[in-house]
């Protein structure tokens, strides 16, 4: 797929729902990056948060069916605010709702999994969940170090 400019929103990163798709995220991430003058730290964590958005949607909202639509749209904020909205046409899931995975206790109690949606709350300075008519709508903000804004807070519609 592509990317394409959408105006005063930003950029726009059109994927396939393959998981050899999300390498493409990485090098956008990059340009947006040197275009914008986002931190190192910032970049990082946007990297890693929309690694885990991406593969969730391409793995359990998408089954691994390739061939559906993941959009991401880099949206313009004030200086030192990014804003990611990534959407997709999968069945309806609000990932804010899902409660942190217990502590394990044990080395034998640790899962492989189920902690993705735990580090995009702890990586992201803002989360909006909204649900669309064919999918979903998740909007990912990141406040770079030093800078003066709100600090972290997740909300769903």
């Known amino acids: 797929m592509n ?8 950029e726009c990163l059109a994927l396939e729902s393959k998981l050899l798709e999300i390498a493409r995220v990485s090098p956008w991430i990059e340009k947006l990056a040197a275009r914008h003058g986002m931190p190192s730290r910032t970049q990082f964590a946007i990297d890693l948060c929309l ?8 793995r359990h909202g998408y089954a691994g069916e390739p061939n559906h639509a993941v959009v991401i749209r880099h949206r313009i904020n004030r200086e030192g605010s990014f804003t990611l909205v990534v959407e997709d046409q999968a ?3 609000n990932p804010l709702l899902v409660s942190d995975p217990p502590v394990p206790h044990s080395l034998e109690d640790v899962s492989g999994g189920g902690h993705g949606i735990q580090l995009l709350k702890q990586f992201a300075d803002a989360i909006e969940y909204e649900p669309m008519p064919n999918g979903n709508r998740i909007t990912i903000t990141f406040v770079a170090p030093g800078s003066t804004q709100a600090g972290p807070r997740t909300t769903a519609s």
């Open 91 to 93: 069945p309806q899931f």
């Open 51 to 58: 690694e885990e958005v991406l593969s969730n949607i391409i």
């Open 3 to 10: 990317t394409q400019s959408t105006g005063t929103d930003g």
